[in-house]
């Protein structure tokens, strides 16, 4: 990985794990609605990342929002699960097989199947963390409940970033 | 060979995953791994610098409720000095109340934590009773070297020995989750009196808390026919949603009381 790559990578992490931890880990509608947006981080990984790499930033990005709290473990499972399924589902949501670098976005992949990567990114992401942090699973509603309505609320903010990003940077990286 | 040097991801991957369940379901108590919570020194800079922008958003209910505390302390302090003159009592000296700020604090999810800018280095340690003016907040689960985290009552796996007023029976309070403002007492024995508007207080059984810190008033009273227990609803004096200054009560715990008494 290039240097500068990394420390963009770096800066974007830690803004994305300040953001979490100092404003959205206060954000609780209903008493069920957390934002979990720093899975903005993971879901623009882009294609030329490493397996081994695109994990241990998830790892590390999970374990960073758990130093804010006092669930260690909680969010590094979830998002190392979801730095493990990124490319996948980034391959069943791209209409055929690109072979140069993509970040993805609506000018890679369509504003369609940008939604559908993103929900199912989060519904993946949610759900492990939300079903980890409820064990023992007892309230089945109230644990449904809670993966739905965040993972809506997730949704919609990254789906909102996502587009207002690529309106503001019409140059892509090649 | 071949499969594997192609899967090699999936063994990171599983490493990362069986560390990151160790981590949680494994050491979730341990004081070991304070570092790893919000006790540690980086997150408690930030956040504490996040409780300062906000800290002057209340500043005027905090002004009025300390002097309120402070009118009250006085009452006492005359009354407590004329008992003294008379019986002599020995004030023990090693019932210590560290001042704390509170720098994070949730009260909307069922398991809310709260962390506080003290920690080992000024005597905070796992398992001290917390409290504010208006009466008892949790007990200290994690302790950094500078913050710790506070499992308040409104926590799933908080449980504090308490009594009620008058009758003396003894119960625990846990919470159920849902209104921050009411918590239950359990496992009250059923042929004691309990009456709505009743008074609950720390029991003083277990050495987190002294006895007679407030806890709330009883709202109403169930009967479990089953356990011949009373779960009795406890609306709470502390609004946990309004926490900025808290003590910690750093009194030395006796082993032999807490072997005899249990968890609790």
Known sequence: ?174 | MDFIVRHAHVFLFIFLETLSLILLFGLNDNQRIAFLTSANRLSGTFLEWRANAESYLGLKGENERLLKENALLRERLLSLSDSLELERVKVSSDEVFVLARVIDNSVRKDDNYLTIDKGRSDGVEQGMGVFDSRGVVGVVNMAGSHYSVVLPVLNSRSSISCKVVGSGSIGFLEWRGGDPYKAILVDVPYHTAVSAGDTIVTSGFSSAFPENIPVGTVRSVEQHRMSYTLNVSVDLFVDMSDLRWVYVNSRKSDPELEELVGKH
């Not at chain 1, 290039?2 to 420390?7: D, M, V």
């Not at chain 1, 954000?27 to 790499?53: K, N």
């Not at chain 1, 709290?69 to 055929?96: C, D, E, H, R, Y």
């Open chain 1, 1 to 174: 990985m290039e240097p500068l790559s990394f420390l963009k990578k770096l800066g974007s992490m830690t803004g994305l794990v300040l953001l979490q931890v100092l404003f959205l880990n206060r954000i609780s509608l209903f008493g069920y609605v957390t934002p979990l947006f720093y899975l903005w981080f993971i879901v623009r990984f882009d294609s030329s990342m490493s397996r081994y790499s695109m994990l241990l930033w998830g790892f590390v990005t999970g374990l960073l929002i758990d130093v804010f709290t006092a669930t260690p473990g909680l969010n590094a499972a979830s998002s190392t699960l979801a730095a493990m399924i990124q490319p996948s589902v980034v391959k069943l949501f791209l209409a055929k097989e690109r072979r140069e670098v993509i970040i993805p976005g609506r000018n890679t992949m369509g504003t369609g199947p940008l939604a559908g990567y993103l929900f199912l990114m989060t519904l993946v992401h949610h759900s492990a963390y939300f079903l980890l942090r409820s064990i023992p699973l007892e309230d089945w509603l109230v644990i449904t409940a809670k993966i739905v309505l965040s993972t809506l609320l997730t949704f919609i903010a990254m789906f909102a970033v996502a587009l207002s990003v690529e309106k503001s940077n019409q140059r892509r990286p090649a």
